[in-house]
Nanobody, 119 residues
Framework: QVQLVESGGDLVQPGGSLRLSCAAS????????MGWYRQAPGKERELVTT???????NYSDFVKGRFTVFRDAAKNTVYLQMNSLKPEDTAVYYC?????????????WGQGTQVTVSS
């Protein structure tokens, strides 16, 4: 099993920045894909960004140029740096991990961290 713990969510003004952390219970190199999703009130959960074990990154259009995903392997942690935040970025942000092993493919979720962008 992989446990994921998000942190860093906060209340921030429009145009501000936050850095979210996702700490995994195992080496991030043992996880094929890690990603950030978000779910705003009344909306479906949506993909924000992914990063593979070899560092390939993908971003949803609505965050390109504003958000950056990066990792610190020594800390088993993936980060989401969020800049130029907008009120529509308000959501619960979830860390996700997909791992292939000898037992098959497993999908893991963190518990989420609240990001609120408001003046």
């Amino acid at each position: 099993q992989v446990q994921l713990v998000e942190s860093g969510g906060d209340l921030v003004q429009p145009g501000g920045s936050l850095r979210l952390s996702c700490a995994a219970s195992t080496s991030i190199f043992s996880i094929n894909v890690m990603g950030w999703y978000r779910q705003a009130p009344g909306k479906e959960r949506e993909l924000v960004t992914t990063i593979t074990s070899v560092g390939t990154r993908n971003y949803s259009d609505f965050v390109k140029g504003r958000f950056t995903v990066f990792r610190d392997a020594a800390k088993n942690t993936v980060y989401l740096q969020m800049n130029s935040l907008k009120p529509e970025d308000t959501a619960v942000y979830y860390c996700n991990a997909i791992r292939q092993s000898q037992y098959g493919v497993s999908n893991y979720w963190g518990q989420g961290t609240q990001v609120t962008v408001s003046s």
